[in-house]
């Protein structure tokens, strides 16, 4: 049959176009997370690595008890506390992100179409930069007779140092920086398909400004909203360099217990139960996500 | 006609971009809308109709020229202070909203409490029609569905004047009939005034109470559409508004109280004579459907049959004049028992009676 023929060979294209994507997602991510997972239930070994032959879930009490001396399990809340800090930290960094990404989003869709394709371009170049030379930027600018502090100063703003380097604000602020694009970007995609007689409408109907944008822009804003703080809130939550560097290292966060239990502390198997829980989290946001905000507003059916 | 009440239109222009972008979208618009008037604007594609609406509901400044509602200045109030509501052309429902959510909108605005919301939301819902579907989204409605939320939405706020812009043109020639007649109702029940733009003639004869006639940012003409259809002042009006013949003419010799116009070689036509006619070049405009066909010889324009089309009620002639007069449409409305009286090739006389033409200055 001749339509058999086609479609037969239709999957066949078909399964030859995303073959390699598959072959790449599988030997690069699901192999490692495979024996990521493998490792967290195996015992650690005494000079780091881990035993291959014995299976625990040692990795997983350790997240929340403490051995006493007598063996018995004591509630020890040290690591949910850091995932914790982590958590609040995330949120602020996603909210600071939000509140200068979204104006930025409006402003670029505001714009005539010539000119987007430049700001977008503009708001990219944090990601042009390599993440160290960001973060020691940061550094110069942040820290105590630095450049800010300095002008603060001399407007006679301040009178004393601003001493916001190596504290939680200056990590939220450097990740803030650093993800940007990722809420500006869906953020812009969503205003810039949106209809600008809807808010002419609101208007019409005796909608000043700030209820336009509550009652019509912002909703049909939220789904690049949403996204946007999915893309930002996710990597916060694991971030490593920044939180090393512009946090000074003196409140751990989860990048820095991850990175220390298969570094200095040699507990593979911790590091990977640590990891598989931060990954549980995640995952936990894309489902809530994925339930809220499957259909934009106008698609439902 | 009173100055305080309604909407006046003073000396309104308003241009687009500069330098070689530059669009004058309106030259030097006045007009006067009556309370409680179905006012209609008619003119072609970009002829600046959507301007003045826009202008009327705030959503462009007028590069010159006042807007009046009720005799006091609006044109300095953003839109979401005037008592104007709009019916959009592409309705701009919230597609997140439900239909009762859309027209609960204005109101909420209003800070008026729940409860009375809620009751004018119903009586909306009611009003037009679309019981039922208050939990549907748009994009969950018909065409004509929608077009009704659109309406209800507006009118909750029974606001002083209602602006529509081509509401109909998406709806299908019957639903179209259907929501003429529906909306013509709910101008004459909610003692609204409604400024209605339309490209289409017919619809804005049959709805308006009075209309304007638009051409390139101008306003031709402000009339009853009975007075805009018998005597156009302007051969652009004449043309535009249902079907017409136009003939070049000039002035022969007064007769009486009507003129004698000289069309093309011995062809003649007797018009009455208006106050002050026009001399020299003139246009004579005559609706096929007030001359009649006779056969030839009788007084009146010779001519041939060149075709013949039957269209139901009315059977329509095209009459090739003498003496390279040009054509001239007959309409002859279909009598029970009367016969097809000419054939293709016939010569005729086309018989116009003097009240029937109207001299249209060039
Ligand atoms: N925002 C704008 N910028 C530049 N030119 C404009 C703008 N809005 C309208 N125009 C121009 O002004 C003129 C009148 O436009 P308008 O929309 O009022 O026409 P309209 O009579 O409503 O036509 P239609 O029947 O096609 O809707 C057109 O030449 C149009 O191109
Ligand atoms: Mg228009």
């Known amino acids: 049959m001749p339509m058999g023929w086609f479609r037969r060979s239709k999957t066949h294209r078909q399964m030859a176009l995303i073959g390699p994507a598959v072959l790449f997602l599988a030997v690069l991510m699901l192999i490692p997370i495979v024996l990521m997972g493998y490792v967290s239930f195996l015992e650690r070994g005494e000079f780091g690595g881990v035993r291959w032959s014995d299976h625990t879930v040692d990795a997983y009490v350790a997240f929340l008890f403490e051995r006493d001396f007598d063996g018995s399990l004591q509630l020890n809340t040290d690591y949910l506390q850091i995932f914790l800090r982590s958590f609040w930290l995330s949120i602020g960094t996603t909210v600071l992100t939000l509140l200068v990404g979204f104006p930025t989003a409006f402003y670029m869709a505001l714009q005539p179409p010539r000119y987007r394709n430049l700001l977008i371009f503009l708001v990219t170049i944090p990601f042009w930069t390599n993440l160290l030379v960001r973060n020691y930027a940061w550094i110069l600018l942040l820290r105590n007779g630095g450049l800010i502090d300095s002008a603060l100063a001399w407007l006679g703003l301040t009178d004393a140092p601003i001493s916001v380097l190596y504290t939680p604000f200056a990590v939220a602020i450097g990740l803030s920086y650093s993800y940007l694009p990722f809420m500006v970007l869906p953020i812009y995609a969503s205003l810039e398909k949106l209809d600008f007689r809807l808010v002419e409408a609101a208007f019409d109907l005796g909608a000043d400004r700030r209820r336009a944008l509550a009652r019509v822009i912002i909703p049909l804003a939220a789904p690049g909203i949403a996204a946007g703080c999915i893309l930002v809130f996710i990597p916060s939550l694991g971030a490593y360099v920044t939180p090393e560097l512009l946090g000074g290292g003196k409140s751990l966060m989860i990048g820095s217990l991850i990175q220390n239990q298969f570094g200095a502390a040699r507990n593979w198997p911790f590091g990977a139960a640590l990891a598989f829980a931060l990954l549980g989290i995640v995952l936990l946001a894309i489902v809530i996500y994925l339930l809220r905000f499957r259909r934009s507003p106008g698609e439902m059916t | ?362």
Do not use: W
């Open chain 2, 1 to 362: 006609m009173s100055e305080s009440s309604g909407i006046a239109v003073r000396g309104i222009s308003k241009t687009f971009g500069s330098g070689a972008d530059r669009v004058q979208a309106l030259d030097n618009v006045s007009l006067d809308i009556r309370e409680n008037e179905f006012f209609t604007l008619l003119g072609p594609s970009g002829c600046g109709k959507t301007t003045l609406l826009r202008l009327i509901a705030g959503f462009e400044q007028p590069s010159a020229g006042d807007i009046l509602l009720d005799g006091v200045s609006i044109a300095h109030l953003p839109p979401f202070q005037r008592p104007v509501n709009t019916v959009f052309q592409s309705y701009a429902l919230f597609p997140h909203m439900t239909v009762a959510q859309n027209i609960a909108f204005g109101l909420e605005m209003q800070g008026m409490a729940r409860r009375q919301v809620d009751e004018r939301v119903a009586e909306m819902m009611t009003l037009v029609q679309l019981g039922g579907l208050e939990a549907r989204r748009p994009a969950q409605l018909s065409g004509g569905q929608q077009q009704r939320v659109a309406l209800a939405r507006a009118l909750a706020n029974h606001p002083k004047v209602l602006l529509l812009d081509e509401p109909l043109s998406a709806l299908d020639l019957k639903l179209r009939k259907e929501m003429q007649i529906e909306l013509k109702r709910l101008q004459l029940e909610s003692g609204i005034t409604f400024v209605f733009v339309t490209h289409d003639q017919e619809e804005a004869l049959t709805m308006s109470d009075r209309l304007a006639v638009m051409s390139d940012g101008h306003i031709l003409q402000i009339g009853a559409p009975a007075e805009i259809y018998e005597h156009p002042r302007h051969r652009f009006v004449a043309d535009f508004i249902g079907e017409i013949n136009l003939l070049d003419a000039t002035a022969a010799e007064p007769n009486g109280n009507r003129v004698r116009y000289r069309l093309g070689g011995s062809q003649t036509l007797l018009a009455e004579a208006a106050d002050a006619p026009p001399a020299g070049r003139v246009s004579l405009a005559i609706r096929p459907e007030r001359a009649s066909l006779e056969p030839a010889g009788e007084e009146g324009l010779a001519g041939a049959v060149e075709s013949i089309v039957y269209i139901g009620a009315d059977t329509v002639y095209r009459v090739a004049l003498a003496d390279g007069a040009g054509n001239f449409i007959v309409r002859v409305q279909n009598r029970a028992g009367a016969r097809g009286a000419f054939a293709i090739g016939d010569a005729v006389a086309v018989v116009v009676p003097p009240e029937a033409i109207q001299v249209l200055s060039d």
